[in-house]
């Protein structure tokens, strides 16, 4: 086994296509059958399926394809480390974004990276907050911003801002009529609209409730926050958001906030890296820019 043939194996699992890999590998489709053909005979186990819809990994496949990820990773960091920190920024460089966090930073972040580092090859991929830990376990993204204060072996946090958490209606809706904060169980009681698990802003919420020793009322599960909105426009429930989010976009003049508390329902944003891993050159820059952007992106981190 050599470092040819992880790189390969790796591009038929992320492609999930022997074709497609070999045309972002400018390598012949034939060579790179071949290459699988021989590992999964030097390991004595199948490492992939070939189905009518592509290259699908076995368990086995899964595995190495973690590792191999890693140690890929690891080498490509070793010409940044001799160069030092003066290193021109360049290479693959993956993010992961949550979603309500994308809305805000996902075009910005491109933008400042395509026109400061236009030798750095970004890929921003927006998912569940929930998910972005196991992510970063696995070696997929190099950086990634998550919610919550968990600790997780093998993940390096920084805490970058709070913000807070409110029950938005419709403009009508009678329990965003009032002026200042609402109680939290007055919140409980109403029908809510919010996304399914594992999702990072519906576990804020599950937890506050349950350390009320209450059970939320949700009529609806969406995953999609600009959906909820839509559906909590049209007076089909509340749902609760930061007022970042819920200010966002063109729905957001048919809907009103109002602050939950006290106590208040915070969220902590956390810039994240793999702890055994060390940034490139390239990951490091990405990371300052993000820094950066979060800075200047208005995070409400007051009380009122």
Known sequence: MDLRQLRYFLGVVEHGSIARAADELHVAQSALSVHLN???KELGCILVHRTSRGIVPTESGMRLANRARSI????GTIADEVRGIEAVPVGNVAVGMPT??????????????????PLVRLRIAE?????????????????ALVFGSDI?????KELLAKEYLNLVGANDAEAVSSAGEISPTSVFDLPLILPGRPHGLREEVERAASQHGRRLNVMMEIDSLENIKVLVAA????????????GHGS????LKYRPIGKPRIEREIYIAHP????LSVAASSIRTVLLTLLRDASLEDDRS
């Open 152 to 156: 997780i072996s093998g993940v390096a």
């Open 72 to 75: 890929l990773t690891e080498i």
């Open 127 to 143: 998912g569940l907050s929930g998910h972005m830990s196991q992510w970063l376990l696995s070696g997929q993204p190099d950086v």
């Open 38 to 40: 021989r590992l999964e």
């Open 235 to 246: 007076g089909a429930g509340y749902t609760v958001l930061s007022a970042r989010v819920a």
């Open 251 to 254: 729905v957001s003049a048919r």
């Open 275 to 278: 702890s055994n891993t060390p």
């Open 100 to 117: 309500s966090l994308g809305i805000a930073l996902t075009v910005p972040l491109a933008m400042t990276v395509r026109q400061k580092y």
